[in-house]
């Protein structure tokens, strides 16, 4: 499986992105996928996910502003961010893993496939 990342740019707070994170191999319409990012000097940190079932969950500092979703036609997963702040800046990246689980995302650690990162930066 391989994974890649896209849509990532510089824009001014409050502003919207959506990066996308297309997928290449087998069957991935029940697989988890997560999106991560790393900010400058800091460690990587989960972001959002959609579990096998289609589940989703968020880190709480960008609930009611990014949302997760699979366009399983498409092999591909979005993430959409509205009123991104900057504090948001980081290099995002995808991820995902065969179903091991129905309706909770894996672990940081277990997710088996990785992809590069797309750079988010948000600066007026």
């Known amino acids: 499986v391989q994974l890649q990342a896209s849509g990532g740019g510089l824009v001014q707070p409050g502003d919207s992105l959506t990066l996308s994170c297309t997928a290449s191999?087998?069957?991935?319409?029940?697989?988890?996928f997560g999106w991560f990012r790393q900010a400058p000097g800091k460690e990587r940190e989960g972001v959002a996910c959609?579990?096998?079932?289609?589940?989703?969950y968020y880190k709480d500092s960008v609930k009611g502003r990014f949302i997760i979703s699979k366009d399983n036609a498409k092999n591909t997963v979005y993430l959409r961010m509205i009123g991104l702040k900057p504090e948001d800046t980081a290099v995002y990246s995808c991820?995902?893993?065969?179903?091991?689980?129905?309706?909770?995302?894996?672990?940081?650690?277990?997710?088996?496939?990785w992809g590069q990162g797309t750079l988010v930066t948000v600066s007026s």
């Open positions: 191999g087998s069957n991935l319409d029940y697989y988890a």
């Open positions: 991820a995902t893993d065969p179903p091991r689980y129905a309706s909770s995302c894996p672990k940081e650690t277990e997710y088996t496939y």
């Open positions: 959609i579990s096998s079932d289609g589940s989703t």
